[in-house]
């Protein structure tokens, strides 16, 4: 049954190249310290305007070999008409139980595009259900609940503060380069999902929103994550970010 690897770190997201946007970073940095990193799309993009389905699957294997990501799986769930129903709950807790991520990252359940808010409500509902014995059971996969869920904030525009940014000024590099693979997506454009656009060029204005995200921890570049749970600390002393 597990034909695929398993992952520590788990991406979903409705759709191609969401998750280079909104945590590419955080996933190149993962992968970059040892861990094994895994990206699941959920729809085949084949309601996008620009490109096809092919030309993103090829655009999305080359910006997972930039990032690191061992595993890149796609639920071939139907683009812009992603429903949080039984069978998808059913597809995704069986992929979660294969899978088997410590941590997962979702799309903020707050979006623009119905699929991503969609994407985060399915997802986290797989993820509590996928640790059930008694749901759906699957032959010979033990159920699996992921330990954590973070929610990438980045370019929301609602009066959120970040949980925490991760510094990914070390990996700005890999998430540029990996944004790059998207031509059919990218190339020429000034917007892209709930990026709205500011007259830039889309890959400036993710390297500045980037840099803005980053500015949050003093550092030049970041991404943003929201957590519902409260974070822990041992020893204040040892709290970074300067207040004042
Ligand atoms: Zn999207």
Excluded: W
Excluded at 111 to 126: Q, T
């Amino acid at each position: 049954m597990s034909e695929h690897p398993t992952v520590d770190l788990l991406a979903v997201a409705a759709h191609r190249d969401d998750v280079e946007l909104t945590c590419g970073g955080t996933l190149a940095k993962a992968a970059r310290a040892g861990h094994r990193v895994g990206i699941l799309d959920l729809t085949q993009g084949e309601m996008g305007t620009r490109g096809s389905a092919e030309v993103r699957a090829d655009e999305a294997a080359r910006a997972a070999g930039v990032l690191g990501a061992q595993v890149r799986l796609n639920a071939g769930l139907p683009d812009a008409h992603l429903v949080n129903d039984h069978s998808t709950r059913v597809k995704l807790v069986e992929l979660l139980r294969t899978l088997r991520p410590r941590v997962v990252i979702l799309p903020y359940p707050v979006g623009r595009h119905p699929d991503h808010r969609i994407a985060s409500e399915v997802a986290r509902d797989a993820c509590f259900l996928a640790g059930l014995a008694k749901y759906h059971p699957t032959g010979g996969v033990e159920p699996h609940r992921p330990f954590k869920v973070l929610y990438a904030l980045a370019y929301r525009e609602d009066p959120v503060k970040p949980t925490f940014v991760v510094d990914i000024t070390d990996t700005i590099d890999l998430k540029m380069a990996a944004l790059h693979c998207y031509v059919s997506q990218f190339d020429g454009t000034t917007s892209a999902g709930e990026i709205f656009p500011t007259g830039q060029d889309l890959y400036e204005l993710i390297r500045v929103q980037s840099a803005h995200y980053g500015s949050l921890i003093r550092r030049p570049y970041g991404e943003p994550f929201f957590t519902y749970e409260t974070v822990a600390v041992d020893d204040v002393m040892g709290l970074g970010v300067q207040s004042m």
